[in-house]
């Protein structure tokens, strides 16, 4: 079975601009989280959607916004880009086992750098 | 206060030996989770092993196992018989809450770079 898989690997902006980042979960799997890596540190969570629904969010300003489809696929949306975006972006989806515990699976990121 | 804390920036272990990665959480939650994910330079996070706040016993996959001590909050994941291909960088991180009735987001550590030598 196919991963998380995410578009672009890699992307290049200016300040200023705007961006989208694209994320497809595992099939099957209904719950997508949005994390920022910025180089050096661990992940920071932005998102997590369900059934479509935002379920939490993040200590991120309201530049960034993320939705879910139907099809469970999700989308992370940066606007007015700072030199600070610069990060790898990484996609997880859930997986829930007999006893209700969540995993999450990542998919292996969007490179963002921002000039 | 960092809710993960991973103490060792780097590691050295020679091929076939083991290695202990050293993890200590902070929570107030009685109901949490626990896991350990591997990061080769290519970026993707892999996951390794989970350990409930509840499991009695210290969770194994593999060459993997988490030395799992409730009362010192610690979640060390020791690696066994390591490999060359075991080089990459290494983040405890933790959910908060159970697991089966809540979505919960995960705090990362700031990672362990372990490097195997042969």
């Known amino acids: 079975d196919a991963g998380v898989t995410q578009s672009p690997t890699h992307l290049i902006k200016t300040r200023g601009q705007q961006v989208t980042l694209r994320c497809s979960p595992i099939?099957?799997?209904?719950?997508v989280s949005w994390y920022q890596q910025v180089l050096g540190q661990g992940p920071q969570f932005i998102f997590q959607?369900?059934?479509?629904?935002?379920?939490g969010r993040g200590n991120f300003p309201d530049r960034f916004s993320a939705r879910q489809f139907p099809n469970y696929s999700s989308e992370l949306n940066v606007n007015a880009l700072l030199l600070g975006d610069s990060a790898l972006y990484l996609c997880a989806s859930s997986f829930w086992d007999d006893r209700g515990e969540e995993t999450q699976y990542f998919g292996p990121g969007t490179r963002l750098l921002v000039l | 206060a960092q809710k993960i804390t991973q103490t060792q920036p780097g590691m050295f272990v020679q091929e076939k030996e083991a290695v202990t990665l050293d993890c200590t959480y902070d929570?107030?939650?009685?109901?949490?989770?626990l896991f350990w994910y591997k990061q080769p330079s290519s970026g993707e996070m892999i996951f390794l092993i989970y350990q409930g706040s509840y499991d009695q016993q210290n969770a194994t996959e593999g060459r993997y196992s988490l030395n799992f001590q409730k009362a010192r909050k610690s979640a060390n994941l020791v690696i066994s018989a390591s490999q060359l291909g075991d080089s990459a960088m290494y983040f405890c991180?933790?959910?908060?809450?159970?697991?089966?009735?809540?979505?919960?987001?995960?705090?990362f550590g700031r990672g362990t770079q372990l490097t195997v030598w042969p």
């Open positions: 099939s099957g799997h209904k719950s």
């Open positions: 929570t107030s939650d009685p109901s949490y989770g």
């Open positions: 991180a933790m959910r908060e809450g159970p697991g089966g009735s809540t979505l919960g987001r995960l705090y």
């Open positions: 959607y369900y059934e479509k629904e935002e379920r």
